[in-house]
């Protein structure tokens, strides 16, 4: 049930999860899991800044509804009529927000647990985005802007 629609509370379970799990088999400590298991679920306050630049609401309740209703809708499409709606933007769904974690940990360390957080988030969706024919989606945010730009007359379903 969890795979069809991946909530919050599944990523943040999930998120624990595993930050638990590398806690007790590696040798970060309790700040640097807890670093891991935040970003692995708060990484989509993209979600809800994308809410309120396209609605001009800051209702965190709205948002969650709002996108809630618009996934169970997009979800009953066929693969095909997916595939035609714009992507939703979201800037910290993708590789280059990871590399540039990456790239800053080198002068602040602890971004590196928060880019493992964002990199199991994003492998969640990929998993969900992939039983729904959808695996192309998160990868990118220059690909999401490209595929926004490439159907422009369309509009976003979220």
Request: hydrophobic residues 55%; without cysteine; glycine residues 2%.
């Amino acid at each position: 049930m969890f795979l069809i629609k991946m909530l919050p509370k599944w990523h943040a379970l999930f998120g624990f999860l595993f930050a638990y799990l590398i806690f007790w088999f590696t040798n970060i400590n309790i700040f640097q899991a807890s670093l891991i298991f935040l970003a692995s679920f708060f990484i989509d306050i993209d979600h809800y800044l994308y809410y309120i630049l396209t609605k001009k609401r800051f209702s965190l309740k709205s948002s969650y509804n709002w996108f809630k209703i618009r996934r169970d809708k997009f979800l009953q499409l066929s693969n095909k009529e997916k595939r035609k709606h714009k992507q939703t933007i979201l800037i910290f769904h993708g590789f280059e927000p990871i590399i540039a974690l990456f790239l800053l940990s080198s002068v602040f360390p602890l971004l590196k647990f928060i880019a493992i957080g964002f990199i199991f988030h994003i492998a969640l969706d990929l998993i969900v985005e992939f039983k729904h024919g959808l695996v192309h989606y998160k990868l990118s945010i220059i690909y999401s802007i490209y595929n926004h730009i490439l159907k422009r007359k369309r509009k976003p379903f979220f």
